[in-house]
């Protein structure tokens, strides 16, 4: 209607907007230079697909946590729903002797009512988000070690009423984990890609995904617009509890073995992710490919300094310094004035 | 909805004895309605009447407690907004912080009815835009399509709604106060935009405080009181009648002489350059002078206010207050040297959300006020309280007492606490920016009244996009055009030529 | 620069190997990495240590790593063997050769090391009833979960078993960011709970020494007993302490263990043979021991405790001695 | 001037309503009374002294999370600030023979310097709270363990250099965490009480609380009401950090050693305090009295199981059952309807 001034008039913000798109990309490139010069071997297919492997479960779990995230939510029960889904596996394989297909479906579907139920919890009960998952996951924690009886799960293991475990692990279950494609491309990598195009097509490319947004950005408004807010606010919370027990698959396929953890880095390190995933971009909210290079970018790191033997105490002092450095970067060239 | 036989006499919705109670406040007390297809209904009502209640029935937002809702001659209920608008019911809600959603962009947002509902399933920036393109066009809505929602100022946030809404092809159109904070111009072109949807036979349900907009488009006027219907006015409606039985009293709402003041300059605007390649402007308040800013959407008024608060620099020239150099560095600053200001969104500028402590009528007026009333940092609630009690009564608020969350108070009641606060304490200069958003006339009069009541000593600088408005309130008138201000024509004789030569100095079409 | 006399490639110098232990931190590791460190320096070897943080996953990728990097040889300390199988073939059949620390990887090709923590538990248990008798209330701390911990709790479910005098009246145990803290929370609890208790077993030191907290807090320390395992120079001040109820503790030294381990991979490396099992002792640490021969911190204790000091384990004529 | 009554309409409003502001403290009533029948030893006043100092850490540090939260921020990084408080405090004591109080004083100023630090990364670059916590949370989670190579401080210690460290605890620094008033009252339980009577009185009896609350619930309003918004906001996150700094005060003289630890489970448990406090009274916002309150819920639960000798992994599941049972009872009594 009338005349639209910009209330960014200076001339240099496009390009402070472009470092601000790319800062994490520039950084990523420089990081992976920087290792290569420091040590060849680090740029050989093999460590890249190891270290896409190695960030693999953890940016699925972020994809989950930055679904809820942007549909206004935030799911602190992943890390355990992971951990839990390694136990539900190796439970269903080693002591009800399950096969590879059977135990998927079923740790899946699992994964997929615990998100239920924590939806049911916000959406219906009218929990605040972070409280209900936050209980769910203390509840997790210990309901994955009652059928056990706290010990890990492995073939032949003594159960609580004296008998010893018939099954074990499928060998078709571990492929997931441990095979690669064409014998370069590990299964956990694909899985990843796949996750995230889906999920990346869902957010970006459809109707449900600008719903997931419109919700986080302003439910009220969304409902008067039409949108079933409570159906989504669910399925947001079902898919992330999907996502978290194919993670626990992947683990679990690597691990071969049921073992107690409580999943509380994982919870980190995907939240961390999918934080990071804020700055890719300049979008400054979650989304599926922050997340992923949010992951991807703190699993060269980390494999990087492994390889250049630093102590493993200055891996989280670097985590953090490079984390702040990439948030002050792109952040604070895109301060908004108020 | 096929729209292709017309029938004026056709009833296109209906509700009756509708009743809604929201724990001891009986909103709605029986109302009954009919809307005919191709018809312009205004409802009218003082604040807190009940009509967004029915509004939000009506759009599904909220279930009724009993009465029913004839839609096309069938009889429904709306479980959810999307079953309203499933329909034929489209709505554009009175609050703008409802108008769409932060974090989506212009064009996500102009469609987001479509995205909610059942547009196209695969959806791409493109094609947003694309479609974004024709709804704004419905109604010539000209924004950057990129631009987040959070960035756009409450006009735009509501013309996106409206353009959602006319957009939707209803057979039913609800507009709740649509035109609070456009300025006539805006307000002009949605008119025709009616017009022409009416002409096609879509039944519209208007609501407005300006009886200005009402005379202009309604067929009908209806009056609600105490969640019922007590009066009907068919066209040509008597406005002081339909006044009359809002309120219970009659008003005149005669514009004030603009004769000049001799008090001394209490502030001034010197040279002041509002953006970059604006003409400088000179601007003179008098110690107890209310002086009223108009001008079209975007035009800078809201901007000039700002400047003046601390909230915006100027790019050249300076205010003085008291004859010194008065340069704020925020609103701290300003408001312990009395520059109060209320900001033109309520809903991002006061409210609070209702479970945190000071989200009360009584907390809401206090909270600029801390510091000076409860120095040591204690508080005292009693003094909070009465402070409440005080404007409750005085500005006629239509609440349970102070301890009322600001949720639970109808929009127009709001706006009036948002008012109240800055009258709780003495000072120097105030800035208003659109207060009389959503008030209904009465309590205009009324806070008109103690506007200019405690006048002795400061002044009172208004930005307002309703002219009429600005002549009931104003002893002096400066339109805004292009971020720079101009004198409108001193001497108003009549209300009409009066509003004609503020107008026509909107356009541009008046030298200055 | 190479090693005089050393076999090939010891001779040339530059070998380079990888530690990838499954812990994250903790006294133990320190220790064991220093002794690592030690060995490899006098061999000309660099190593590169990492960790995985307690996490079974990031241990695979480790050893991933290190194949990907090309070591000459990956010393695994501890893990879970079901995990770390199919790696640990990876590298054989990448040519790297693999010794094993205290996780059972069973593979005839990797030699495997162990300070077995049965004996660690046996040891301190036989104390307990030296001490106490054969017939007390006992609890014990304990998580499932942790490999050693889970041995080490066997045995005293084998105790039970040999002594039915033994009985087990309760059992507690966290593992979190204050372990110390936290068991002393709990162990109050049982302490009220239980006025019975004589004996606590506590198979990792961290739990002991929130025990002891726990058992000084409530001012019983004449009544009940802790018997531990693991050593560090703060735990030697803890049971040196007057009134101390830590009696007893047993540990093999995590620097030898470390010593060790890069000597047996080291004759793998010069193409020799460690042998399959190489066995590391557990040494029996008393209060008394203690304060008889006014030991203050580990490395008095390694001074009057060769045993402790040093083990023959592995040992070459080729191979320097650690520094 | 009329009664009040909630926005709901049903005439049981106001018996849900009271249901709703004591359930939880039903439900701790109900608890004690439970354990004190199952194990007379439960109630007596050691025992109940010895919860009170078990959950006072977790509590003080909750406290900080809720200020930070009440300020529409979110820290992260206390679980962390905690962990190298005390190794902070070992290192000063030990390494640098530093006495008890010029210990406490640098550490106490290290906890607010470190919350400083947080706080201009939000309020100064910009980057969102959640993001600038995490970072500062993985960044201490490595820079505690530099100093001393990854090693836990103990007197008596070898540093990275091949000394040996000269210092010891000092004896008064211990009192802290293990002497009582009285013989009776623990000093942790002391400080607890002060810091949750001096935060109470802050955030619900002075003005300054009043706008915390106003900045966290919408900063704009707040801004234009004339609050330093920007200022409020970093002394959220300084006493955030100095209260994190104090908890690990508390942890260092209790457990007299520098021991190496992220403090991820600190973090979880003081988050969980201040949600379940959400809960109390039914006010459905962070607040101190409900954070506390949300701690000792949790301790007495814990404290009454392990009495119970019920095994260590059903608590974490207990917990989570009463969480997500209280939390229902809570919000699902308080359902608003549309
Ligand atoms: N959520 C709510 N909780 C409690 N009371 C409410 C709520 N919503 C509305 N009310 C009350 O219902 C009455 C009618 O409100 P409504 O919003 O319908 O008025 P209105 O006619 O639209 O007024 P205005 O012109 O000020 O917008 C008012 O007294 C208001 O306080
Ligand atoms: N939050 C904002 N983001 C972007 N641009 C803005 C913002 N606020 C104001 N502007 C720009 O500043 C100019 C002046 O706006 P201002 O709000 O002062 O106008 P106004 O006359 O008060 O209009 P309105 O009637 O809409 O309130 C406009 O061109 C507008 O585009
Ligand atoms: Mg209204
Ligand atoms: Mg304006």
């Known amino acids: 209607m009338t005349e639209q001034t910009a209330t960014q008039a200076r001339p240099t913000s496009s390009l402070a907007e472009t470092a601000r798109r790319y800062a994490l990309f520039v950084l990523l490139a420089l990081m992976l230079v920087g290792f290569w010069i420091a040590q060849p071997a680090f740029i050989n297919s093999a460590n890249l697909f190891s270290i896409l492997q190695a960030v693999s479960v953890v940016a699925i779990l972020g994809v989950g946590v930055s679904i809820t995230m942007s549909a206004g939510g935030f799911d602190l029960s992943v890390g355990s729903v992971a951990a839990s889904s390694v136990m539900a596996a190796s439970y269903l394989m080693v002591v009800l002797q399950m096969n590879a297909i059977e135990t998927m479906l079923l740790v899946l579907a699992m994964g997929a009512l615990i998100g239920l139920a924590n939806g049911l919890l916000i959406v219906r009960v009218g929990v605040p988000d972070l409280l209900a998952t936050l209980a769910t996951m203390f509840l997790l924690a210990g309901l994955q070690l009652i059928p056990t009886g706290g010990r890990s799960i492995t073939a032949g293991m003594m159960l609580p009423d004296g008998t010893t475990a018939l099954g074990a692990y499928d060998p078709a279950f571990l492929i997931l984990g441990r095979a690669r494609l064409f014998n370069t491309i590990p299964y956990p990598v694909i899985v990843m890609a796949l996750v995230a195009v889906i999920a990346w097509f869902l957010m970006e490319r459809t109707r449900w995904g600008r719903v997931f947004y419109a919700i986080g950005g302003n439910e009220t408004a969304a409902h008067l617009a039409g949108a079933p807010t409570k159906a989504y606010r669910l399925w947001a919370y079902i898919l992330s509890g999907t996502l978290a027990s194919l993670g626990g698959l992947i683990v679990a396929s690597r691990v071969g073995r049921g073992d107690v953890s409580a999943g509380n880095s994982l919870l980190l390190d995907a939240v961390a992710a999918s934080l990071i995933g804020f700055a890719v971009l300049d979008k400054r909210r979650p989304h599926v490919l922050g997340t992923v290079l949010g992951a991807i970018f703190v699993g060269v790191l980390l494999n990087g300094l492994t390889m250049l033997n630093a102590p493993y105490y200055t891996q989280d002092f670097v985590k953090g310094v490079v984390l702040v450095g990439a948030l002050a970067l792109t952040f604070g060239l895109g301060k908004r004035k108020r | ?512 | ?323």
């Open chain 2, 1 to 512: 909805m096929s729209l292709a036989s017309p029938s004026p006499a056709k009833i296109a919705v209906s509700v009756s004895g509708i009743e809604k109670a929201f724990g001891p406040t009986r909103a709605l007390a029986g109302a009954d309605l009919v809307v005919e297809a191709g018809e312009i209904v205004a409802l009218m009502g003082a604040n807190g009447a009940g009509k967004s209640t029915l509004v939000k029935i009506l759009s599904g937002s909220i279930s009724a407690d009993a009465g029913t809702i004839t839609l096309g001659g069938k009889t429904v209920s709306f479980a959810s907004p999307s079953e309203a608008q499933a329909a034929g019911i489209a709505t554009v809600h009175q609050a703008t912080d409802q108008a769409g959603a932060a974090g989506l962009t212009v064009a996500e947002n102009l469609t987001l009815n479509e995205l909610c509902g059942t547009g196209n399933f695969f959806v791409s920036g493109r094609s947003i835009r694309k479609r974004a393109q024709e709804i704004a066009a419905a109604i010539d809505l000209d924004l950057p399509l990129d631009r987040d929602f959070i960035d756009l100022r409450p006009a735009e946030r509501q013309l996106i709604a409206i353009a959602r809404a006319v957009a939707a092809k209803a057979s039913v159109l609800i507009l709740d106060e649509p035109t609070s904070s456009l300025s006539s111009t805006e307000a002009e072109r949605l008119f025709a935009v009616l017009r022409r949807l009416k002409a096609s036979g879509i039944a519209i349900l208007y609501i407005s405080h300006r009886t200005g907009d009402l005379a202009a488009i309604a067929d009908r006027a209806v009056v609600l009181r105490g969640g019922r219907v007590v009066a009907s006015f068919a066209r040509p409606i008597d406005f002081s009648a339909a006044v009359a039985a809002m309120i219970g009293r009659t008003l005149d709402a005669s514009a004030h002489d603009g004769k000049p003041s001799s008090a001394p300059i209490l502030a001034s605007v010197k040279r002041a350059v509002l953006v970059p390649g604006a003409r400088p402007f000179d601007l003179d308040l008098r110690s107890g002078e209310v002086v009223a800013i108009t001008g079209t959407l975007g035009s800078g008024k809201s901007r000039l206010l700002r400047a003046l608060f601390g909230l915006e620099t100027l790019v050249e020239g300076g205010f003085t207050i008291d004859g010194k150099p008065w340069l704020s560095t925020g609103p701290s600053y300003s408001i312990v040297r009395g520059v109060f200001m209320v900001a033109e969104d309520r809903w991002a500028s006061s409210l609070l959300p209702p479970e945190i402590p000071g989200a009360t009528i009584a907390g809401t007026i206090a909270l600029p006020h801390l510091p000076r009333w409860f120095p040591s940092g204690i508080l005292n609630t009693t003094r909070e309280r009465l402070a409440a009690t005080q404007a409750i009564s005085r500005l006629g608020i239509k609440a349970r007492g102070p301890d009322d969350t600001l949720d639970q108070l109808s929009g127009g009641n709001q706006q009036k606490v948002v008012l109240a606060r800055w009258q709780a304490a003495p000072c120097r200069l105030l800035l208003l920016d659109e207060p009389f958003q959503g008030v209904d006339v009465g309590a205009r009069a009324d806070l008109i009244a103690a506007i200019r009541g405690s006048q002795s000593g400061s002044a009172t600088l208004i930005a307002t996009s309703d002219t009429e408005e600005a002549l009931e309130v104003a002893d002096r008138i400066l339109v805004m055009r292009d971020h720079s201000l101009y004198e409108a024509d001193g001497s108003h004789g009549s209300l009409a030529a009066a509003i004609g030569s503020v107008e026509a100095a909107e356009t541009g079409n008046v030298t200055s």
């Open chain 3, 1 to 323: 620069e190479g090693l005089a006399g050393a076999p090939a490639p010891f001779d040339k110098g530059g070998v380079k190997i990888a530690v990838v232990s499954f812990l994250g931190s903790g006294d133990w590791l320190q220790a064991f990495e220093a002794g690592v460190k030690r060995q490899a320096e006098a061999l000309g070897i660099e190593a590169n240590i990492s960790q995985a943080r307690n996490d079974i996953n990031q241990e695979r990728e480790l050893i991933q790593q290190a194949i990907n990097l090309g070591v000459k040889g990956i010393i695994i300390n501890n893990g879970q063997p079901e995990a770390l199988k199919d790696v640990a073939q990876a590298a054989i059949d990448a040519g790297i050769p693999v010794v094993a620390y205290d996780v059972n990887i069973d593979n005839p090709k990797i030699p495997q090391i162990e300070q077995s923590d049965a004996d660690m538990a046996r040891l301190v248990l036989e104390q307990a009833i030296k001490d106490q008798g054969e017939t007390f209330d006992g609890g014990v701390v304990y998580v499932a979960g942790f490999a050693p911990l889970d041995r080490r709790y066997a045995v005293w479910k084998d105790f039970q078993k040999k002594y039915p005098g033994i009985k087990e009246i309760a059992t507690w145990g966290v593992v979190n960011d204050t372990v110390a803290a936290s068991v002393a929370d709990q162990t109050k609890a049982v302490l009220a709970a239980n006025p019975s208790l004589k004996v606590v077993f506590t198979p990792w030191d961290e739990f002991a020494r929130g025990v002891k907290l726990a058992i000084d807090e409530a001012g019983v320390a004449d009544k009940v007993k802790i018997y531990g395992v693991d050593i560090s120079t703060s735990d030697i001040q803890a049971m040196r302490e007057p009134n101390s109820p830590w009696l007893a503790t047993a540990a093999t030294n995590p620097a030898v263990v470390g010593e060790v381990s890069v000597r047996a991979l080291a004759q793998l490396i010069a193409g020799e043979d460690p042998g399959h099992s190489v066995l590391i002792q557990p040494t029996l640490v008393t209060q008394k021991t203690l304060i008889d021969n006014d030991i203050k911190t580990i490395e008095e204790l390694q001074a009057k405790f060769p045993a402790f000091k040093d083990s023959d384990a592995a040992k070459k004529d080729w191979i320097p001695a650690a520094k």
